[in-house]
């Protein structure tokens, strides 16, 4: 058995153990050498379809269309739901372009994502993943949007109807088909892109890479690797059974692979640490293997 | 032109990116494959990709197409799938699993209710966990199954959820079979027997959390499923085990001196079950076998449990969920 082969098995033998479903890409960036667990299955996105929405913003920043310092302006009503930023707070809020994109990338703020995807349009995060050649990735509704269609799919039960299996299997949002979506695949080779500058001017990918490098959360793929002196940035995504993140993990000898981890739970439950860590754990299969070769 | 088959070369390039590999994936030559797209790009009429000596990216109009030439695929196999079954009349199989905690009783009342709807089409029944129930319908080794919730059912359609009444088998001479019901904390100090993790990873993570919140933390958890590898360790090692009320006859027959079952106080155990087939491949047989087993877990029960039992519980999503209705 070759040792791509016996990585792969380990890594879906730990989906297993913490009970998801789990597709995952991993790529050195520098190398391009590979680990490929279920990399070209289409995932839901989730979330994660904000650093889409943030590489967007910087092209149209970097193309002069405009000023990453311009003020917007979000009133306390209308706000998407969230329980993070903006969408939780309850007075009226002025602020940057750029300090939005911090919120919407720092602590998955669905209020600031969708203040940025109304300034610039859903045809513009296609056509920026589209234009780097991620011809799987697309995005086909705002957060609001989204979430409504949980709310229309889940019925008058709400959220207490999401751990019911038929309402599940009913939901337009976890339906790749129907919903924002991509593969790992797609999106190491977008991440790989940033860390490259070859999405954007280097001013910009450096932006990108700060505002990843600033999300607060310390459960899923950040867990894997417990070391004061590895760089872990990263975006999650998360719905009712779904969970992901895609970042990129930096050593200090200069190794840097991005990693992307789409995963479903059997469970509806919403709390679930072994889930997310899971998304730690097989990175850090898929990342011990490539610094191995 | 036959379409489809264009299309699936279509498909395959643009998730490649690379003649080259895509024509491996599709086990035919590469300037076969060329000729093919180039038929394509004609017959449609746009321009599917661009091609340089190095790469070949996929072209707006080639994007704009990718989606519904996949979902075209994807019903042409759905349609062959249900034509095959259609063509073979008289000879069809139907390849078809249950969970193996059912009562003897149980399945048989499955395979005659599935032969009075559907006495064409042969039964070929396998007793197979969730687990591997999900890894073959995901493959399109087996048509339909008995699924224990909680499991992932990406790409499956669902029938009813129905619900299985969960109580204990325990020593007779225990203290808490004693009990008209017994709580979960009533169990404290006996080991627990309980069906292997990797069956039904979930259901089983749910098992010991909902025992542990209870006051239930068995020194010990015996993996085992077989009745009389179940008896054995409750007579002699003072184990319990925890088995539906409609497979109680299974282990402990009526005046068993030494096991007797009882229902468990709130019935904090019950399972969930759904018959499962793969999204798109449902068809009359399918239906037939999940209209059978549904009817027969309803009798099993003595007069239907889809209701939901639980009282229900507050629900708070933290702030790492990310979503909020």
Not at chain 2, 118 to 144: C, I, K, W, Y
């Amino acid at each position: 058995m070759t040792t791509a082969t016996t990585t792969s098995r380990r890594i879906h033998a730990a989906f297993a153990e913490a009970g998801v479903t789990g597709r995952l890409h991993a790529l050195d960036i520098d190398s391009g050498a590979e680990i490929d667990a279920g990399a070209d299955e289409a995932v839901v996105t989730a979330s994660v379809h904000k650093l889409c929405l943030l590489v967007a913003l910087h092209q149209q920043a970097a193309e002069g269309r405009l000023d990453l310092t311009e003020q917007i302006d979000c009133p306390p009503t209308g706000r998407t739901a969230g329980p993070t930023g903006l969408a939780a707070m309850l007075d009226p809020v002025r602020m940057s372009l750029r300090d939005t994109a911090y919120l919407m990338t720092a602590v998955s703020d669905n209020t600031a994502a969708d203040l940025l995807l109304h300034r610039i349009g859903l045809d513009a995060v296609n056509s920026a993943t589209a234009g780097l050649g991620l011809t799987r990735t697309r995005a086909v509704h705002t957060f609001h949007d989204m979430l409504a269609t949980i709310r229309d799919d889940a019925g008058p039960g709400r959220a207490r109807a999401l751990t019911d299996p038929q309402v599940v299997a009913r939901l337009t949002a976890l339906d790749p088909a129907r919903t924002n979506r991509s593969t790992p695949r797609e999106m190491t080779r977008l991440l790989r892109a940033v860390w490259r500058d070859e999405a954007c001017p280097a001013e910009h990918g450096a932006a990108i890479r700060r505002l990843l490098g600033l999300q607060v959360w310390p459960h899923r793929l950040a867990s894997g690797f417990p070391f004061d002196d590895v760089h872990v940035a990263g975006k999650t995504g998360s719905l009712p059974t779904v969970r992901n993140e895609v970042g990129v993990v930096e050593y200090p000898d200069g190794g840097r692979y991005a990693v992307a981890v789409f995963t479903r739970a059997a469970s509806t439950a919403a709390t679930l640490p072994a889930a997310d860590a899971v998304i730690g754990t097989t990175a850090r299969i898929a990342v011990d293997a490539l610094r191995a070769t | 032109m036959d379409l489809i088959r264009h299309l699936e070369c279509f498909v395959a390039v643009a998730e490649a990116s690379h003649f080259g590999r895509a024509a491996t994936r599709l086990g035919i030559a590469q300037p076969q494959l060329s000729q093919r797209i180039q038929r394509l790009e004609r017959e449609l009429g746009v321009r599917l990709f661009e091609r340089t000596s190095r790469q070949v990216t996929i072209t707006k109009a080639g994007t704009l197409l990718l989606d519904e030439a996949r979902e075209l695929l994807t019903r042409s196999e759905s349609l062959m799938a249900a034509a095959r079954r259609i063509r073979d009349g008289e000879s069809g199989l139907l390849r078809a699993a249950l969970p193996p905690d059912l009562a003897g009783e149980t399945v048989a009342a499955i395979l005659e209710g599935f032969r009075q709807r559907h006495a064409g089409v042969e039964l070929e029944l396998h007793e197979l966990s969730t687990a591997q129930q999900l890894t073959r319908l995901a493959s399109h080794e087996l048509d339909v199954g008995l699924v224990h919730h909680p499991c992932d059912i990406t790409g499956l359609e669902l029938g009813p959820v129905l619900r299985r009444e969960v109580g204990v088998l325990l020593p007779r001479h225990s203290p808490a079979a004693a009990l008209d019901t017994v709580p979960l904390a009533a169990l404290d100090g006996h080991d627990l027997v309980l069906f292997p993790r990797s069956a039904s990873p979930a259901l089983y993570d749910d098992i010991l959390t909902t025992c542990a919140r209870d006051g239930y933390t068995p020194a010990a958890v015996r993996q085992g499923q077989g009745a009389s590898f179940v008896r054995g360790l409750i007579l002699s090692a003072g184990a319990v085990a925890f088995s539906p009320q409609d497979a109680r006859s299974t282990h402990t027959a009526e005046g068993d001196p030494d096991i007797t079952w009882r229902p468990l106080a709130g019935a904090p155990l019950n399972w969930r079950h759904s018959v499962a087939w793969p999204r798109g491949r449902g068809d009359a047989a399918v239906g037939a076998f999940a209209e059978a087993t549904t009817r027969a877990l309803l009798d099993a029960a003595a007069g239907g449990t889809d209701e939901p039992a639980e009282p229900a519980r507050p629900l708070y999503l933290r702030p790492a969920s990310e979503y909020w209705l």
